[in-house]
């Protein structure tokens, strides 16, 4: 719901809310967004790796050769580049506020008040969405792209955990093992280790290089552009319902996915799904 509002509405961020549709032309219009969409659609797929769409041109090799051609394309890099394009297009001043180097670092000092206000208005009501979205979609998602790897809710639950004791003392905003940030790694074809630890070099780059002038190319960037990425790692991380089999599991995935979104919250629709599994094991 999320990724469609992005691309459909223009966004206010630092009111949280939606600013009137967006207009179809422009850098950041939605045939722009449209273009973005069929491209991933294209290259990517469905996201099988054992897609053999156009199967009669197999005799001559020309669409299988083709078809390899454009699953090694880096989408959602290129998309991104294009995105960093058009926002440097959008606001050349960008450019000029550059300021090469980190920026400062310091420990902050956090007073019992802010602790305080920080845990009933931060930690309470993230919690449940933290649990279901960081931990148990997380291990769940890892076991059905990654059968062969063990991964534990402990494991899960403490890294997040010491990141972010250890980010808050230097203004670090919150960190978690998102669901649909693995699911869209997933999809554009980070399948390995090795494609996070360049991840983590490329940020920490763009970090000691750029520090937080970074920022102005971000808050010119295509909302629309993101909100296309977006969807697609939903969709990918809402394929993997389709291992349920049974109508008992469906039901229970309806019923929490149907309040989620009617109610506009993840935790709500969480707490109906284990009261609805509950009941039907009575």
Known sequence: MTAVKYIRNVQNFSKSKSAGERDWVGLDGLILALICACFIIIVNGSGDENDERGNEYDDYGRWRKLRKIM?????AFMIF??????AIIRGPNVVKGFKFGPSSIKVLKISKDEWKEGFIKGTIPQLPLSILNSVIAVCKLSTDLFPEKEVSATSVSIT????????????AMPCCHGAGGLAGQYKFGGRSG?????LG?????????????????LEQFPVGVLGVLLLFAGIELAMCSKDMNTKEEAFVMLVCATVSLVGSSAAIGFLCGIVVHLLLRI
Do not use: D, E, Q, T
């Open 201 to 217: 070099v490329g940020k920490l780059g763009l970090g000691l290089v750029l520090g937080s002038s970074m920022v102005r190319v």
């Open 194 to 198: 090795g494609c996070v630890a360049m």
């Open 71 to 75: 699953a090694s394309l880096p989408s």
């Open 81 to 86: 580049i294009l995105g960093v394009i058009l």
């Open 160 to 171: 997040v955990g010491l990141m972010n004791l250890i980010g808050c003392w230097f203004g």
